[in-house]
C-alpha cells in the first residue's frame, strides 16, 4: 500500500497542471517538497530495505543536492530547459529516498534523527533566505512568489522533519539497551 500511495503522489505531483493555480516559483516549491520530503519516507517503508550509505553522509548529499539546484544559473537552467529539469526532478527524488532510507532502515534511529535535524537546518535556511532576500533570485519569478515558494519550503519541510526526528528520538529512547547490536 505506502508503495502505491508513494507512486499515485508522484503522478499526481508530476502530471496536475499545477502551474495554472500558483506561479511558477511556489509550483516548483510543492515539486520539490513532495519529492524530498513527502514521497521518499512513504517510498521508503513500501520497499525492501534499500542500499544506504550512513545518515551523514547521505544528508550531505541531500543538501549539496538541493542547494545546488537553487543557486540560480542552475535553477534557470532546469526551468528553461526540460531534460535539465528531469535531471533536477530525478536527483531531489533520488537524494530524498537517500536520506530517508538511511535515517529509517539505519541501524542507529539516534543517528536517524541527527540526519533530520541536519536536513531541517538547511531546509529552513534556505526557506528563510528565499523569504527574506531583498531581490529575486530567478529571472522567470517574481519576490512575492520566491517569498510563497520559501514558506512552503518553511510550511512542509520543517513539521516533516521535526516529526520524523522525534519519531526516531522515541525509537533510539525506547530501545533495551541489553538488546543493542
Avoid at 75 to 80: D, F, G, Y
Avoid at 141 to 165: F, H, K
Amino acid at each position: 500500500m505506502p508503495l502505491t500511495l508513494g507512486l499515485v503522489a508522484l503522478a499526481l505531483v508530476w502530471g496536475l497542471p499545477l502551474e495554472g493555480r500558483a506561479g511558477p516559483f511556489p509550483v516548483h516549491m510543492i515539486r520539490h517538497m513532495t519529492l524530498v520530503a513527502i514521497v521518499p519516507p512513504i517510498l521508503v517503508a513500501g520497499l525492501p530495505r534499500l542500499p544506504s550509505p550512513p545518515i551523514l553522509i547521505a544528508a550531505l548529499v541531500e543538501f549539496a543536492v538541493v542547494w545546488g539546484w537553487h543557486a540560480p544559473a542552475l535553477h534557470e537552467a532546469a526551468w528553461r530547459a526540460v531534460p535539465v529539469f528531469a535531471v533536477e526532478q530525478a536527483s531531489f527524488l533520488a537524494a530524498g529516498l537517500l536520506v530517508w532510507s538511511s535515517a529509517l532502515q539505519g541501524r542507529a534511529p539516534l543517528a536517524g534523527a541527527g540526519g533530520m535535524l541536519l536536513t531541517s537546518m538547511h531546509m529552513t535556511l534556505l526557506g528563510a533566505l528565499l523569504i527574506l532576500s531583498p531581490t529575486a533570485l530567478y529571472s522567470y519569478s517574481g519576490l512575492a512568489q520566491q517569498q510563497i515558494g520559501g514558506m512552503l519550503m518553511l510550511a512542509i519541510g520543517t513539521p516533516v522533519y521535526l516529526v520524523a526526528g522525534l519519531w526516531l528520538t522515541s525509537r533510539a529512547l525506547g530501545q533495551d539497551p541489553e538488546a543493542r547490536p
